[in-house]
């Protein structure tokens, strides 16, 4: 929470005006029943006109005065907030930018963008609130109280014994209602990922006819949604009824004392309708801060939310390491990894060496870690056990950003984003010129899509690249890897889409590139792999074979099996 706070020192100026402007607005506001009880008493009685149009003019410009300084108050209370959850959200966004794979698949994507949004935007309504409420509300309470009590002294105790209840009310209230919010926003986490499931799988949705089902599903997940929102609603709506309960009762006490007082001489009307005025203040101000106790036990609620994700530790581990220069350019040395929270290993006891320049395939069933092999290149995670070298030195040596730079990656799903064709190959290098955009769209056989594109690379590409069949998306997403011209080309399972000419003209454009990438080819395909330097086959985490094509179709029973159940005749 220390780190939520550290957001203020950029609005000091108006962290500070904006209470102090809305107490001088209650202080204004505290001196009105002082003013009437003068007209009526002074003015009213002694038929003193001099002295009304005096106090109604004073009470004229309290008004205006006190105008100006709640707008003020209220301008800088905004200013505040907004620019704090401006500061907030880009700090956050950036945050969540340097998670960890890791880390981001044990909070899931609905989680973090409800974190973004709806919890971000309460935070706003927090602080814009407390800025203009949490000192002016206190403040005219007690001061009613203070000025009834230099007004009636003799009646005073109604003021005490009121406002004590009323605190007891207002924060016991607020202590039961506080773990409950963050309740709601954990169910409300839910929903946003079933709505997200749904709208981005609809296709899928539609085909299998699941909609009632998930309509079903979407239905309970709201229900009790509802369910935790009506909980804690209710119990904070009785705040209201109870607030004014007590209040109302003060009132009739006051009243009822304070009507004695007058018959036995010891007040006058103008100091009980004052009196009454300042109960009634205290009635308004309390039913404010019940509001803003509400409001203020979401925001912190929200912000616990936030600060768990600043506390993620999204530093990486970099260790020293000497080069080795017998080392194999890439040495899987024992390597394992198991995932958070995961019964078993996904990648168990692993040793490879490929050289420099090599082309590589791997091949595997279904959750065999072949993706988990190759995501271990770019660190995005770390091996749980042994050691990862490359280029000689251990990969923990090097920082994500220096791994990167020397990695081209493709993943298994294509993925381009809203902007142009070029925009999406720029990120691989910054301002590539045309003709080395051209060659990466050549060796990614993609220049047929973007010639039959009427504006060519600036046309537009829709979010997720919609306007694109899988087979574009996958042969553009390939160009945007080739056009850094990385010493590493990782292309886990990219071309599925593809058909097996195509596939066979991006393989040999691959291996004729002229700067040698050492190339790591993942795919269910064996075409894809077969003329591959060596193949390595994976069987449920565990290296079962690491040879060439031939070699293992003679000594690798799971080669043979992946090998044989798509060339039913030996490939003939």
């Known amino acids: 929470m220390?780190?939520?706070?550290?957001?203020?020192?950029?609005?000091?100026?108006?962290?500070?005006?904006?209470?102090?402007?809305?107490?001088?607005?209650?202080?204004?506001?505290?001196?009105?029943?002082?003013?009437?009880?003068?007209?009526?008493?002074?003015?009213?009685?002694?038929g003193d006109k001099g002295l009304i149009i005096r106090m109604v003019i004073i009470m004229i410009v309290c008004g205006i005065v006190g105008l100006a300084f709640s707008i003020l108050g209220q301008y800088f209370s905004a200013k505040c907030a907004v620019g704090y959850v401006t500061v907030l959200r880009h700090d956050l966004f950036n945050h969540l930018e340097h998670l960890r794979f890791s880390d981001i698949?044990?909070?899931?994507?609905?989680?973090?963008?409800?974190?973004?949004?709806?919890?971000?935007?309460?935070?706003?309504?927090?602080?814009?609130?407390?800025?203009?409420?949490?000192l002016r509300s206190p403040f005219v309470v007690f001061g009613a109280a203070i000025m009834g009590t230099i007004l009636a002294p003799q009646i005073s105790y109604v003021f005490w014994i009121a406002i004590p209840v009323l605190s007891v009310v207002i924060f016991g209230i607020m202590l039961i209602t506080m773990p409950m919010h963050k309740n709601v926003q954990e169910n409300l986490d839910e929903v946003v990922k079933q709505t997200r499931e749904n709208l981005t799988g609809v296709r899928v949705l539609r085909a299998f006819t699941q909609e009632k089902e998930e309509i079903n599903t979407y239905g309970t997940k709201i229900r009790k949604l509802e369910k935790s929102q009506n909980k804690v609603g209710n119990i904070s709506n009785i705040m209201n009824p109870l607030t004014y309960i007590i209040i109302n009762i003060a009132i009739i006490a006051l009243i009822y004392v304070g009507g004695i007082k007058v018959n036995s001489g010891l007040l006058k009307q103008g100091e009980v309708i004052a009196l009454y005025n300042y109960m009634s203040q205290i009635l308004v101000e309390l039913i404010k801060l019940a509001n803003l106790i509400i409001t203020m036990t979401k925001s912190i609620a929200c912000s616990k939310r936030i600060a768990k994700i600043f506390d993620i530790n999204t530093n990486v581990e970099i260790v020293e390491s000497t080069k080795n220069e017998?080392?194999?350019?890439?040495?899987?040395?024992?390597?394992?990894?198991?995932?958070?929270?995961?019964?078993?290993?996904?990648?168990?006891?692993?040793?490879?060496?490929?050289?420099?320049?090599?082309?590589?395939?791997?091949?595997?069933?279904?959750?065999?870690?072949k993706s988990s092999l190759v995501n271990l290149l770019p660190r995005f995670y770390d091996a749980t056990g042994g050691c990862l070298y490359l280029d000689g030195k251990d990969i923990k040596s090097y920082t994500p950003t220096e791994l990167r730079e020397k990695i081209g990656i493709v993943l298994q799903k294509a993925v381009l984003f809203k902007g142009t064709i070029k925009e999406n190959l720029e990120w691989g290098r910054n301002n590539p010129t045309d003709e080395e955009l051209e060659e990466a769209c050549r060796v990614s056989q993609a220049l047929n899509?973007?010639?039959?594109?009427?504006?060519?690379?600036?046309?537009?590409?829709?979010?997720?690249?919609?306007?694109?069949?899988?087979?574009?998306?996958?042969?553009?997403?390939?160009?945007?890897?080739?056009?850094?011209?990385?010493?590493?080309?990782?292309?886990?399972?990219?071309?599925?889409a593809l058909d097996y000419q195509t596939d066979a003209l991006l393989r040999k454009a691959i291996k004729e590139l002229d700067y040698k990438p050492t190339v790591l080819i993942v795919s269910q395909r064996t075409t894809?792999?077969?003329?591959?330097?060596?193949?390595?086959?994976?069987?449920?985490?565990?290296?079962?074979?690491?040879?060439?094509?031939?070699?293992?179709?003679?000594?690798?029973?799971?080669?043979?099996?992946?090998?044989?159940?798509?060339?039913?005749?030996?490939?003939?």
């Open 326 to 369: 017998q080392l194999p350019y890439i040495c899987y040395d024992h390597v394992s990894l198991c995932y958070n929270n995961a019964s078993c290993d996904s990648l168990s006891d692993i040793t490879l060496n490929i050289e420099k320049g090599e082309t590589i395939g791997i091949i595997g069933g279904t959750g065999s870690g």
């Open 105 to 134: 698949d044990n909070l899931g994507t609905s989680s973090m963008i409800t974190r973004m949004t709806s919890d971000v935007n309460q935070v706003q309504t927090g602080i814009n609130l407390t800025l203009r409420l949490f």
């Open 449 to 496: 899509v973007v010639s039959k594109k009427e504006n060519g690379m600036d046309s537009i590409v829709e979010q997720n690249g919609r306007n694109f069949s899988g087979g574009e998306r996958q042969r553009l997403s390939i160009a945007r890897a080739l056009i850094k011209k990385p010493e590493i080309l990782i292309l886990d399972d990219s071309s599925s």
């Open 2 to 46: 220390k780190r939520m706070l550290k957001y203020f020192k950029f609005y000091k100026k108006e962290t500070i005006l904006a209470p102090l402007f809305k107490l001088l607005e209650a202080l204004l506001e505290l001196l009105i029943p002082i003013l009437v009880a003068k007209i009526i008493d002074d003015g009213i009685a002694n």
């Open 528 to 572: 894809s792999i077969q003329n591959a330097s060596k193949i390595a086959v994976l069987d449920d985490g565990k290296l079962v074979g690491f040879d060439t094509h031939d070699n293992l179709l003679k000594n690798c029973l799971v080669y043979q099996e992946i090998y044989y159940s798509q060339f039913k005749n030996g490939g003939k």
